[in-house]
């Protein structure tokens, strides 16, 4: 396609790679359990830390932590008003991102995480109506 950009069809490889395939399969597994769900995230965000600072590496932290904050509202218990479908792509994005070996491996300084900065905001977009739910109840309940 010739008006497709790099980005796409990076995406359109994740969304039909056996590592993303994967990803889903554990993200159903892991979506059931409030623990694993904190899990995953403590090991997301400690990748995070461990990660450059700047331009690509920021951008994948303030992504992480949009939804890691969602799920982990979902795992306490706080905040349910999410489709079990949108939880699940959410949390096979964050297991895509924390495996070593996916489409482009993220030992390639820079390059190596643009698969991951693909899906995750393929994730956000096609999860914005659950996101934007999530922030106004978050400002609404820290208004109380």
């Known amino acids: ?15 039909h790679s056996i590592f993303f395939r994967n990803s889903m399969g554990k993200a159903g597994r892991i979506s059931r359990n409030s623990r ?4 995953l995230l403590q ?14 590496f920021d951008t994948i932290r303030q992504k ?11 795992a306490k218990g706080e905040y349910r008003d999410v ?9 096979a994005s964050l297991v895509y991102f924390l495996s070593p070996i996916d489409l ?23 999860v914005s109506e659950e996101v934007e739910k999530f922030e106004l109840w978050q400002m609404n309940k820290d208004l109380k």
């Open 1 to 15: 396609m010739p008006n497709q950009k790099p980005d796409d069809d990076i995406l359109t490889r994740v969304l």
């Open 36 to 39: 694993s769900i904190l899990s």
């Open 43 to 56: 090991r997301v965000f400690s990748k995070t830390k461990h990660m450059g600072v700047g331009g690509v």
């Open 64 to 74: 992480t932590l949009i939804i890691g904050q969602l799920l982990k509202a979902y």
């Open 83 to 91: 489709e079990m479908k949108n939880l699940i792509i959410m949390v």
């Open 104 to 126: 482009i491996p993220d030992l390639l300084p820079v390059f190596g995480y643009a698969d991951d900065i693909a899906l995750l905001t393929y994730v956000l977009r096609s």
